[in-house]
């Protein structure tokens, strides 16, 4: 349909224009050039006047009313378009929201295992550990960094048999 309204409203508009082209204005226009006086014998004693002024009106018309439908099937295909490109945006935000949701869900999962693992296991409150552990990425999870325990392990101390072969202090 929209196709057939493209091609009714070229031939109107070239129409149109030979139509206003072969009228005699003030100037004579282009009806002179085809012979404005075998014109008035062609179409009658007055005169192309008044049909190409009938011819201009309806051209007009035609011409208008095929710009009006032509720009509302236009407007009605963008906002088409516009509905749907907005239904996927709202459809990837809810999508990211959710995986967000879950990731939270799970970071909170897993904090509360660990801290009744931490409660469960020793009677003592465990003290807080001297670096962060650094939050999961977006995109994936990471593996825990251990964190350290702040005091190095001893060293075997070693004492002699003898007494007297102790090393002098």
């Known amino acids: 349909m929209e196709i057939f309204i493209k091609i009714i409203h070229v031939i109107a508009c070239f129409f149109l224009m030979i139509v206003v082209l072969l009228q005699a204005g003030k100037g004579g226009g282009m009806g002179i050039a085809f012979g404005s006086a075998g014109a ?10 008044n049909f190409l002024e009938k011819l201009t009106a309806a051209f ?12 509302y099937m236009a407007s009605a295909t963008e906002s088409t378009r516009l509905h749907e490109r907005a239904a996927e945006r709202a459809k990837k935000e809810e999508e990211r929201k959710k995986k967000e949701a879950d990731l939270n869900k799970k970071a909170d999962e897993t904090k509360k295992a660990g801290e009744a ?8 409150p465990a003290e807080p550990s001297a670096t962060p552990t650094p939050a999961a990425p977006a995109g994936g999870t990471a593996a825990p960094i251990p964190a350290p325990t702040g005091t190095a392990p001893a060293a075997p101390t070693t004492t002699p048999a003898n007494p007297s072969q102790a090393p002098p202090h």
Do not use: D, H, N, P
């Not at 008035?40 to 006047?49: D, H, Y």
């Open 40 to 49: 008035q014998q062609v179409f009658g004693g007055r005169g192309a006047g």
């Open 60 to 71: 007009a018309g035609l011409f208008m009313l095929t710009s009006i439908s032509l720009a």
């Open 117 to 124: 693992a931490s409660s469960s296991s020793s009677s003592a």
